[in-house]
């Protein structure tokens, strides 16, 4: 079953079918921040088919022990849950971050269609920046791909997170 601990209440709407990329985004951002809040990476990711969310995620590796419970991961095992197939044709995942080679892999498997990423991961990013899974023509399924969709609003998360983490103070 399902993690729907990370979803947002009904109040965040799901069903918008005139949202746009970055609304949607906006909907990842907010689990990113409940991440973060929970001392997980702030990561968080949704799957968006026929304007509804169809399946919500939010790092979560440390509080569950789990070393695949990033955000992409679990937004695409309740998209799945929720549509009864592990299969998510026509379906965009959104990541606040750039995915990993395991979550860019789960999107390839699920045949994602689109994958919107916001801050660009250049140490582990599969999408592009280390490796390039959506688009590799030895797999059997493309998926296509829009990086830096709020990308500075991933990426000032992100910051202000380690930042707090190592003590930093963060300039105005």
């Known amino acids: 079953m399902a993690d729907t601990s990370a979803a947002p209440d009904s109040s965040h709407g799901l069903e918008s079918p005139g949202f746009t990329d970055q609304d949607w985004m906006d909907k ?3 689990l990113a921040r409940e991440a973060a809040a929970a001392g997980e990476v702030p990561v968080g990711a949704v799957v968006v088919r026929d304007g509804r969310i169809i399946g ?7 509080g569950s022990h789990d070393p695949s419970a990033h955000a992409e991961i679990g937004a695409l095992r309740d998209a799945a849950a929720n ?3 592990y299969r998510l044709p ?11 080679a395991m979550c860019a892999g789960g999107a ?10 916001g801050a660009p991961d250049p ?3 599969a999408v592009g920046s280390v490796f390039s899974i959506p ?7 493309r998926v296509k791909v829009a990086p830096s969709v709020r990308a500075d609003a991933s990426r000032a998360l992100l910051r202000a997170f ?3 983490r190592r003590g930093k103070v963060i300039p105005e």
């Open 28 to 30: 990842a951002l907010a």
């Open 123 to 125: 140490r582990a990013g």
């Open 162 to 164: 380690f930042q707090a």
């Open 56 to 62: 919500f995620g939010r790092n979560q590796p440390i």
């Open 135 to 141: 688009d590799d023509p030895r797999l059997n399924h």
């Open 108 to 117: 390839v498997q699920a045949r994602i269609d689109r994958l919107v990423f």
């Open 90 to 100: 026509g379906a965009t995942l959104y990541a606040t971050l750039e995915p990993c």
């Open 83 to 85: 549509v009864g197939n």
